[in-house]
């Protein structure tokens, strides 16, 4: 899996950002970092050095850092980022005011609006003078039920603006799902639609959003978007107020940015709440500033001017991750919608019309373009686009070979993972070093990654748990209601004291790479020996006639034994032939151990909001055991074809 792909030409190099900021670096500090690598080592080592350097370069605002970097560096939790710093998030993303775009949308088909940074601006001070004006202060919560669309984007600059803070959700959560959400955090302010497009359908989503209000007796006010309707309030929403209303008495003025301290918590984020009520993990201010600025600039080479795209509800932190390319003067393109209607050409078609450089997705839906077939090198020109990014999943070998086999020879695939416990990626890109087939390219700037075996010894070349052994800025502020911090403490620091363990099961090699082979918690123990689901669907799904798999672990004859779900292609049967040319696949890429004791063809799979497959839920339905809160699933239907299978009880 040491196959390049692709290599950054010696330009691409030279004016790479990262490379500037070594080469800053090296005459600032006289350091002799001569490449990508010295970089990352530097950035771990001197960390306290690094941070600093990274503010300075990027030109990052506030009322003072302070002096000290890090207090309680050798605490995790307990350590603490610049603890003296006064900063205002919002500052750091509006640093432009002027005609050129600042947000471009598309609503599928329907929608296609735009706005300058000029407007941008004038928007935030509107919404966060109407904050102000009905009460709404530091610390308050903003939610939105929203879709990726402008105004989604000026609620959440305004909330931040003001010192409160900001939670959000896509439309197409039920209101149960909302409501276990929203109702933790208690907000005083709900900016919603009145409905959303997806496939070309119209979804009204007025009642559910007076069931939520009702639920929610905190919300005092629910700021609604006309969007896929007229906007009226024909439901009867408590205390709803139309968006021109709320914000159109208040005249464009400078903004007033309110100054908090570096943890002040400004996201509420969710997990993802199919093993019980969604855990609320709280995001600092400058942690969260400082995270997404080093991955736009140093490893995605987000510069200004560019037009950042990345396909995602505002229920995934990718979203939250999309507005730090604001802080880097990028133009955000946002778009809402099925991305594979009317035909599957739709985000290629967006590409080429506003000359995207960064296309940001998820391996899923890399996946299913070559499912299906499409060939976007042949149909599109894309010659704007440098660079993709791919998440949500591991990202297949098979994947790596399509992308630039059938969309372009000449881009910069990125696998990278993290997660909305960080706000950002543990292993991501870099556009100065090679693209290798299967393999994440580097460890994140300034974050000491690492890879341990089961006895907290830290192994290369060798699958274990990805750990961070050192503080970085963008460890949460805790979780909601968790006064004593418990709760946070055992999420990722029960495992190995003083240590974050993420849950990804990885191998590091010795270039610096990784691979991914599927959460800890969803590693299949068949006598014993640890697997990771991804080696199994990286080899099921190279099969034409499987078009989706999930594999779980049954607790069976005091063992594990490996059960495979496969949904087939229109008009396969799972026959024995099948079968054993699935057992094939795997026993002669995998190993013995891999093969599944049963394969099971079933319709549908479940999965999250943001797309992720759930093997925890399935584990659970097949063992006989209640899956807590399925309204975090997209599907949840899809369980009942996982109850109670006959084939399984033999």
Not at 375 to 396: C, I, Q, Y
Not at 574 to 602: M, S
Not at 606 to 621: C, F, H, M, N, Q
Request: aromatic share 10%; glycine share 8%.
């Amino acid at each position: 899996m040491t196959d390049i792909l692709w290599q950054p030409s010696p330009e691409r190099i030279q004016n790479a950002n990262v490379t500037r900021f070594r080469e800053w670096l090296n005459n600032r500090n006289d350091l002799r970092l001569e490449n990508f690598v010295d970089l990352y080592d530097w950035s771990v080592r001197e960390m306290q050095a690094f941070w600093p350097a990274l503010i300075e370069y990027a030109g990052l605002k506030a009322e003072t850092w302070g002096d000290t970097v890090l207090e309680n560096p050798h605490q995790m939790p307990g350590a603490k980022f610049f603890p003296d710093a006064r900063l205002n998030f919002a500052e750091n993303l509006l640093r432009r005011d002027d005609h050129s775009d600042a947000l471009v949308f598309w609503g599928e088909d329907k929608v296609k609006t735009r706005m300058s940074w000029c407007d941008l601006n004038i928007a935030v001070s509107k919404f966060s003078q109407a904050l102000r004006a009905q009460g709404v202060t530091k610390g308050d919560r903003v939610c939105g039920y929203m879709p990726n669309m402008p105004e989604t984007v000026v609620a959440m600059l305004a909330t931040a603006a003001i010192g409160a803070t900001w939670s959000s959700a896509s439309p197409d959560f039920g209101v149960q799902g909302v409501e276990d959400r929203f109702g933790q955090i208690e907000p005083k302010v709900m900016i919603t639609v009145d409905g959303y497009y997806y496939n070309g359908k119209s979804h009204d989503i007025r009642e559910k959003v007076k069931d939520i209000v009702d639920r929610i007796p905190a919300i005092e006010t629910v700021v609604i978007v006309p969007y896929a309707f007229d906007g009226i309030n024909s439901t009867g929403i408590r205390s709803a107020v139309s968006y021109a209303d709320y914000t159109g008495r208040f005249d464009a003025k400078k903004i007033e940015f309110e100054r908090v301290a570096f943890n002040h918590p400004l996201y509420v984020m969710f997990s993802s709440g199919t093993t019980g009520k969604p855990k609320c993990i709280v995001h600092g201010t400058g942690g969260t500033l400082l995270k997404q600025v080093s991955e736009h600039l140093m490893h995605c080479d987000v510069a200004s001017g560019d037009r950042v795209f990345y396909f995602t509800t505002c229920g995934w932190m990718m979203w939250n991750w999309l507005m730090g390319g604001l802080a880097a003067e990028a133009t955000l393109l946002l778009y809402d919608g099925s991305p594979f209607y009317p035909n599957g050409n739709i985000l290629f078609d967006y590409a080429d019309a506003e000359g995207m450089t960064l296309f940001g997705t998820s391996a899923k839906y890399i996946d299913a373009l070559a499912k299906a077939e499409l060939k976007p090198r042949e149909t599109h020109d894309l010659s704007t686009v440098r660079a993709m990014t791919s998440t949500g999943s591991p990202l297949a070998p098979e994947s790596f070979d399509y992308v630039y086999r059938d969309i372009k020879e000449d881009i910069h695939l990125a696998s990278i993972s993290g997660g909305t416990d960080i706000l950002g990626c543990f292993v991501l890109a870099s556009p100065v070093l090679p693209v290798r087939r299967g393999v994440i390219q580097t460890r994140a700037l300034g974050l000491a990654v690492n890879v341990y075996d089961d006895d907290a010894k830290p192994v290369l070349n060798q699958k274990g748990e990805l750990v961070c052994t050192a503080p970085f800025p963008s460890m949460p502020v805790g979780f909601w209601n968790d006064p004593d911090g418990k709760r946070y403490h055992d999420a990722y620091f029960d495992r190995f004291p003083n240590v974050w363990c993420h849950g990804d099961y990885v191998e590091l090699d010795d270039e610096g790479g990784m691979v991914i082979y599927g959460r800890s918690d969803a590693t299949l123990n068949p006598g014993g020996v640890r697997i990771g689901t991804a080696e199994i669907y990286r080899q099921v799904e190279k099969l034409p006639e499987i078009q989706e798999s999930i594999v779980i672990g049954q607790e069976w004859d005091n063992d594990v034994r490996v059960v495979l779900f496969v949904v087939l292609s229109p008009n396969v049967v799972l026959d024995d032939a099948l079968i054993d040319r699935i057992k094939k696949q795997i026993r002669n890429n995998c190993t013995p151990r891999h093969v599944p004791a049963k394969i099971v063809a079933v319709d549908d799979i479940p999965r999250t909001k943001s797309g992720k497959i759930t093997e925890l839920a399935v584990r659970d339905v097949v063992h006989g055991r209640k899956v807590k809160n399925q309204e975090a699933l997209a599907n949840p239907e899809a369980l009942d074809l996982y109850a109670d299978l006959e084939i399984l009880q033999n």
